[in-house]
């Protein structure tokens, strides 16, 4: 039986990485450790949350498991084609010179393997299905709203249909009444679409809202996990019941 059907999608296995600084591009010089024996996985259908801090190494961790930084020690182990992203800033993600159609197809005329009007066709039903309003296919990025652009965010990450999705911290920019909708958005896309979210927050509140399980991060150390309403009601860690309190 492989990892997948045992019911997991990734394995961080006592990660350690970082950056070097100097050195011949950005090899050889000093070393700064910035993720501590990072040990964690993510289960085939759930929401992963992944809070802490600010600077506390969670878009590092994200780095890593989408292949962009090497790890010095430990291992990440995909049970599923590498994952896609949504990022925070959905603006600086986007084009700025191309519409929202482009952003959503440009993912599939790199893959290659359809030709135009399949590529027209799963645009077009994946932009419905984000429920993002065909009277703005053709608008770019700074001709929509925040909660347009994060749909049009969405769509792209999704379009190539992948199993496993990085959400980093993809509501922080929206406000409360935007939030909830994208929030409704990712979980009924999770049900439709069989995928698993690690899903990157400082927000301890929207958090819980979405996610099963949860993940502290301190200082780039995993220090509690569990399911999410163990670790909001019962958490073992002063640096969790500090997190807590500050979310109230």
Known sequence: MNAENDGLVLEVKHVSAGYHSGGFAGHGGKYREVLHDVDFVVRHGEILGLVGESGTGKSTLARAILGLLKPEKGEIIHHTPRPQIIFQDPYSSLNPAYSAWWSVEEPLRIFGKYDAEERKRRVRDMLQRVEFAEEFYEARPDELSGGQRQRVSIAAALIRRPRFVIADEPVSALDVTIQAQILKLLR????????????????????????????????????????VEEVYDHPKEEYTKKLLEASM
């Not at 991060?217 to 996990?225: L, N």
């Open 188 to 227: 009924e896309l999770r049900d439709e679409f069989d995928l698993s979210y690690l899903f990157i927050s400082h927000d301890l509140n929207v958090v819980y809202q979405l996610c099963d399980r949860v993940l502290v991060m301190k200082d780039g150390r995993i220090v509690e996990q569990g399911p």
